[in-house]
């Protein structure tokens, strides 16, 4: 009461303390008009900033940053081309430590950079004996790259698919590579910090180093889910004709999740067997026939290599866990099974 009393008596003490609130209140709408413009800034041309400060804390985890003139310099202007998918264009390169590397050219990319950013962070993360290893990467305006470890064997798919290379490397090396690419598989579903779905798992997709351990490629574009869910929107899925899984058709099968990567993994263990593609370029439909017609020229297809006891049962165990994981009803859901 003696200060209000105060106020009221004194002018001059009311008119020092209006001055003080009116210069507070002048200073917060200058911080606050700061602040928006800090905001508006950001969101316009801000958003590669903020999740290249994630990508900072991650420190050696992080892929390096390159610009597109460095990755002319990498891969003399392009020169030779490794190979091209559905998410764009692969070149061999050399980084200055004489280490070989595979720029990868994204083709289609859209929005400002910032899911692309966030995709890399993730990448970033990983790290696993059976997943090619992300390197660095480009973001520079609509131009979009990924830059991995270079894999000197090439992918799975030369070697089942030519009989002669399928000879030379021999079951037993199939089967190393079929349990290589499971472990593989089974990080990117449990051991990441954020499950990845690969979506498109096919021969061409796997990669041999120079001791023909198997290493997954060109998940980079993956859609993503938390650990805690376990399926995700039809609509977000993809793959390669004679791999997609039937619940990426047709809802009745369930729903796309990541038993959709166990029956990809089970139509690529029949090829291996076999040596030759699940679908003809003619037919939209693989799965109809391929599991039922690899039985009856299993034992032909024995024949083939040089024939053992151990080679019989190499080739059934194969078959059996190809035919295991494309079961529709129900699907086993883990690659630790």
Same mark, same amino acid.
Not at 214 to 224: E, R, S, T, V, Y
Not at 280 to 305: C, E, G, M, R, V
């Given at each position: 009461?003696?200060?209000?009393?105060?106020?009221?008596?004194?002018?001059?003490?009311?008119?020092?303390?209006?001055?003080?609130?009116?210069?507070?209140?002048?200073?917060?709408?200058?911080?606050?008009?700061?602040?928006?413009?800090?905001?508006?800034?950001?969101?316009?041309?801000?958003?590669?900033?903020?999740?290249?400060?994630?990508?900072?804390?991650?420190?050696?985890?992080?892929?390096?940053?390159?610009?597109?003139?460095? /990755?002319?310099?990498?891969?003399?202007?392009?020169?030779?081309?490794?190979?091209?998918?559905?998410?764009?264009?692969?070149?061999?390169?050399?980084?200055?430590?004489?280490?070989?590397?595979?720029?990868?050219?994204?083709?289609?990319?859209?929005?400002?950079?910032?899911?692309?950013?966030?995709?890399?962070?993730?990448?970033?993360? +990983?790290?696993?004996?059976?997943?090619?290893?992300?390197?660095?990467?480009?973001?520079?305006?609509?131009?979009?790259?990924?830059?991995?470890?270079?894999?000197?064997?090439?992918? /799975?798919?030369?070697?089942?698919?030519?009989?002669?290379?399928?000879?030379?490397?021999?079951?037993?090396?199939?089967?190393?590579?079929?349990?290589?690419?499971?472990?593989?598989?089974?990080?990117?579903?449990?051991?990441?910090?954020?499950?990845?779905?690969?979506?498109?798992?096919?021969?061409?997709?796997?990669?041999?180093?120079?001791?023909?351990?198997?290493?997954?490629?060109?998940?980079?574009?993956?859609?993503?889910?938390?650990?805690?869910?376990?399926?995700?929107?039809?609509?977000?899925?993809?793959?390669?004709?004679?791999?997609?899984?039937?619940?990426?058709?047709?809802?009745?099968?369930?729903?796309?999740?990541?038993?959709?990567?166990?029956?990809?993994?089970?139509?690529?263990? /029949?090829?291996?067997?076999?040596?030759?593609?699940?679908?003809?370029?003619? +037919?939209?439909?693989?799965?109809?026939?391929?599991?039922?017609?690899?039985?009856?020229?299993?034992?032909?297809?024995?024949?083939?290599?040089?024939?053992?006891?151990?080679?019989?049962?190499?080739?059934?165990?194969?078959?059996?866990?190809?035919?295991?994981?494309?079961?529709?009803?129900?699907?086993?859901?883990?690659?630790?099974?």
């Amino acid at each position: 009461q003696g200060f209000t009393h105060f106020l009221y008596n004194s002018p001059a003490s009311l008119s020092a303390t209006a001055g003080v609130v009116f210069m507070c209140l002048v200073w917060i709408m200058h911080r606050r008009k700061q602040t928006l413009g800090f905001i508006i800034h950001h969101k316009y041309t801000g958003n590669e900033s903020n999740t290249e400060e994630e990508l900072k804390r991650y420190q050696s985890l992080s892929p390096k940053r390159y610009r597109y003139s460095d /990755l002319k310099k990498i891969t003399k202007c392009f020169k030779e081309k490794l190979g091209e998918g559905g998410f764009g264009t692969a070149f061999k390169g050399n980084l200055k430590d004489g280490r070989m590397v595979a720029v990868k050219l994204l083709k289609g990319a859209k929005g400002n950079g910032e899911e692309f950013l966030n995709e890399v962070t993730s990448i970033g993360r +990983t790290s696993h004996v059976n997943i090619v290893n992300l390197l660095g990467f480009c973001l520079e305006r609509s131009k979009r790259a990924l830059v991995y470890e270079y894999m000197a064997n090439g992918s /799975l798919g030369k070697y089942i698919y030519s009989e002669s290379l399928r000879l030379a490397i021999g079951l037993e090396s199939l089967q190393k590579i079929a349990i290589g690419v499971a472990r593989g598989l089974e990080y990117l579903h449990q051991g990441c910090s954020t499950r990845i779905i690969h979506f498109d798992i096919k021969p061409h997709n796997v990669l041999l180093d120079e001791d023909l351990c198997p290493k997954i490629a060109d998940f980079g574009l993956a859609k993503l889910c938390h650990l805690k869910d376990s399926a995700i929107s039809m609509a977000e899925a993809r793959g390669t004709i004679g791999f997609i899984a039937p619940e990426v058709f047709s809802r009745g099968f369930g729903v796309v999740s990541t038993k959709s990567d166990v029956y990809s993994y089970g139509m690529m263990l /029949l090829e291996m067997v076999e040596g030759r593609k699940n679908v003809k370029t003619n +037919t939209d439909n693989s799965s109809a026939y391929f599991p039922n017609w690899i039985y009856d020229h299993l034992a032909k297809d024995l024949q083939s290599h040089e024939v053992t006891c151990e080679n019989e049962e190499i080739a059934r165990k194969i078959t059996l866990v190809g035919l295991w994981c494309i079961q529709t009803a129900p699907r086993k859901s883990s690659f630790n099974e």
